[in-house]
């Protein structure tokens, strides 16, 4: 889908496992490397990132890699809001904003970002001029796209406010829909796109969970653990007529929703990263699509 002149591919790479030593216990760098490079390998073109994934060290796994590949055929995100030189304070000032892009293209060894996010909002900044720093940037070639995430949708208005903004990302999943009543009427409307995070909703969706891991997701009651449950079942069934997973068939439903510009599924190994590739030759047919649907309507 564009996003207003932005090619973005259906399917991504989440890169918080990459290099984000300070996000996950055990993470090794040579898994980070090997991870990046087959999801190139694999046809994913889309690497989303940020400073805070390893402070920057995620972004120098993906700017070492990418050395290997066509540039032109990659498109990179990045993200910055926590400010290194105050305690890692969220800033959104136009003078950060500029800064953080000069640093992380040192990082990325590259001369532009294809979508630059600011990361999350700070509570002083007025959010049309971190966008304006933004867009001049932009018009020197320096980014593609203009990105915010974790904006309340009156902040996405705020820094919309002179239509700059092309992107959005914000947390969104089959268990836990509320954007598509909060932000998705209003971007849809401006013509902004939305990415989702977390799609997988930090493993449940992948069905590798039964009734009895209910404590691993105490934010659902009982009773709605076991919808959960049970939906995934039906989706197990769906997927197997595609020879898929769940996991896969999850992601051909994000994929195959028009309000969902690109989905960005996290991986640890590689082996993840081949299994969220096979989700591409999932093609849902418009029945199994609105059943799935509906499995989790009430979310």
């Known amino acids: 889908m564009a996003t207003k002149k932005l090619q973005i591919p259906s399917l991504g790479l989440g890169t918080n496992k990459v290099g984000g030593h300070n996000l996950f216990n055990n993470l090794k760098d040579e898994n980070g490397y090997a991870v990046v490079r087959k999801a190139l390998d694999s046809g994913i073109e889309l690497l989303d990132t940020a ?62 970002i294809d979508i630059f996010y600011i990361h999350f909002p700070d509570e002083t900044t007025p959010k049309y001029e971190a966008v304006a720093a933004l867009n001049e940037l932009k018009q020197a070639g320096k980014i593609r796209a203009i990105g915010v995430s974790n904006f309340s949708l009156d902040q996405i208005k705020e820094a919309n406010r002179d239509g700059l903004v092309d992107i959005v990302e914000d947390n969104y999943s089959l268990v836990h829909r509320e954007a598509e009543k909060t932000l998705m009427p209003y971007l849809n409307e401006q013509n902004i796109a939305f990415v989702p995070y977390f799609p997988l909703a930090s493993g449940l969706l992948t069905g590798k969970y039964a009734l009895s891991d209910h404590d691993k997701f105490k934010q659902f009651s009982s009773d709605e653990f076991k919808s959960i449950i049970d939906a995934l079942d039906e989706v197990k069934a769906i997927g197997e007529k595609h020879n898929a997973t769940v996991a896969q068939t999850i992601l051909a439903w994000y994929i195959a929703d028009p309000g969902i510009s690109t989905v960005i599924p996290g991986a640890r190994l590689e082996k993840q990263v081949v299994s969220n590739a096979g989700s591409m030759k999932v093609q849902l047919s418009d029945d199994e699509y609105k059943k799935i649907d509906s499995l989790f309507k009430k979310f």
């Open 51 to 112: 400073y805070m994934y390893g402070k920057g060290r995620s972004e120098e796994i993906i700017g070492d890699v990418i050395q290997d590949y066509d540039r032109s055929k990659i498109i990179i995100a990045t993200k910055a809001a926590q400010d290194p030189n105050n305690n890692l304070e969220l800033n959104n000032s136009p003078e950060f904003l500029k800064q953080s892009v000069e640093d992380a293209l040192k990082r990325l060894k590259t001369d532009y």
